[in-house]
């Protein structure tokens, strides 16, 4: 036996609430439901940050609330002059360019679901991309945001 540990997709509720406590947010649901299922997977390429989970720490310590307190507050560093507001914004994944894809939590729909906005760390700007996550989610798979 190599002593080596499964590799453990999917998370617990107790693993989200401790982020979303964190992070004092509350996750959207087709979120929360993609995470118990698909913690530590990517989607077609984009890099959905994990909630840190005990049952497999080596591959989720590069979690949610991990990002959000060191690489997102590194970029907003870039607009420290500006009166800019981005604490509505909640990066949940990333590509590679510096850019993020964020839930909007000052836009919800009638379940209380934020928008999927892709954020540009070179503009500040934020763009729609799916009204809820499990949009984002078929969108992302049919090849729609290749070329973000």
Known sequence: MSGK??????TTEAAILKAEA??????????????????GRSIEGVTVFPVMDERDPRMTWDSIDRRFREGWANWLANFCDEERDFTHLLPFANYGTGDYYCFDYSRLDSQGEPPVVRWSHETGLAEDRAI?????????????????
């Open 5 to 10: 540990r499964p590799r453990v997709f999917g």
């Open 22 to 39: 964190s992070l004092d947010r509350t996750f959207p649901q087709s979120f929360r439901i993609w995470l118990l299922q698909n913690n």
């Open 132 to 148: 809820t996550f499990s949009e984002f989610v078929a969108r992302t798979q049919a090849g729609d945001f290749d070329n973000d």
